[in-house]
């Protein structure tokens, strides 16, 4: 079984900060990983994946994510926040079958 | 690519009558999801095809919905009869093996 844990559903941070956003996936076989964006009334938008190779993964936007397996853990990062960057934010865990587990979602907010 | 199309964008019906949500996902692709959004429970896998055959609808809450994939290119979701309590965002997503979800923009649903 496999399932997914966002710590955090509302995070806040000023323009030009970090932005971190924590996932921890539970899987029985390697994983594949995921991280969408939602913008208000779109649909989901793939910011980037990971499914085997180098562990640092970089995406759409300026964000990238680290995969460690020893910490269970595949959290989002983005040097320095723009407010286009506010949305909801998806981690996401799946295996070969093709079938992906989103978590709760993060929402981000981005103080000027 | 026109990316996953669903229709329509937004649907308001009186409790009891029968609702039907369509898809059509990215050509070339073999899979299909069926997912709900509501505040409360996020999103939820309702149902996935692989080749138009269904393969999970373990997450279909209960009788009155149903889903079929006539062939590759057209899905739907249907409600019958439709409940209050079935009011959400359905979302239509596709993907080939080994990619990442392309999602729809989804099915506002109001049901009165």
């Known amino acids: 079984a496999q399932s997914v844990t966002q710590l955090g559903s509302h995070v806040s941070v000023s323009e030009g900060a970090l932005v971190l956003l924590r996932c921890n996936y539970s899987?029985?076989?390697?994983?594949?990983l995921f991280w969408y964006v939602q913008y208000p009334n779109q649909g989901l938008q793939l910011l980037l994946k990971?499914?085997?190779?180098?562990?640092l993964v970089k995406g759409i936007n300026g964000f990238e994510a680290e995969f460690k397996k020893s910490e269970t853990s595949f959290h989002l990062t983005k040097p320095s926040a723009h407010m286009s960057d506010a949305a909801e934010y998806f981690c996401?865990?799946?295996?070969?079958?093709?079938?992906?587990?989103f978590g709760k979602g993060t929402r981000l907010h981005i103080l000027p | 690519d026109a990316g996953v199309i669903q229709s329509p964008r937004h649907e308001v019906t009186e409790m009891g009558q029968e609702v039907t949500l369509r898809c059509k996902p990215i050509s070339g692709h073999d899979y299909l999801f069926w997912y709900r959004q509501t505040m409360m429970r996020g999103l939820e896998l309702l149902i996935y095809?692989?080749?138009?055959?269904?393969?999970?609808d373990s997450g279909m809450p209960e009788d009155r919905f149903s889903a079929k994939m006539p062939n590759a290119s057209f899905s739907t979701l249907k409600i019958q009869p439709s409940e209050p309590r079935d009011s959400a965002v359905y979302f239509c997503?596709?993907?080939?093996?080994?990619?990442?979800?392309?999602f729809g923009s989804g099915t506002r649903l109001t049901v009165v």
């Open positions: 996401a865990v799946g295996g070969r079958d093709d079938k992906i587990i």
């Open positions: 095809f692989n080749n138009n055959v269904p393969i999970d």
């Open positions: 990971y499914t085997t190779g180098a562990t």
């Open positions: 997503a596709s993907t080939k093996t080994g990619y990442g979800y392309t």
């Open positions: 899987s029985s076989v390697p994983p594949y």
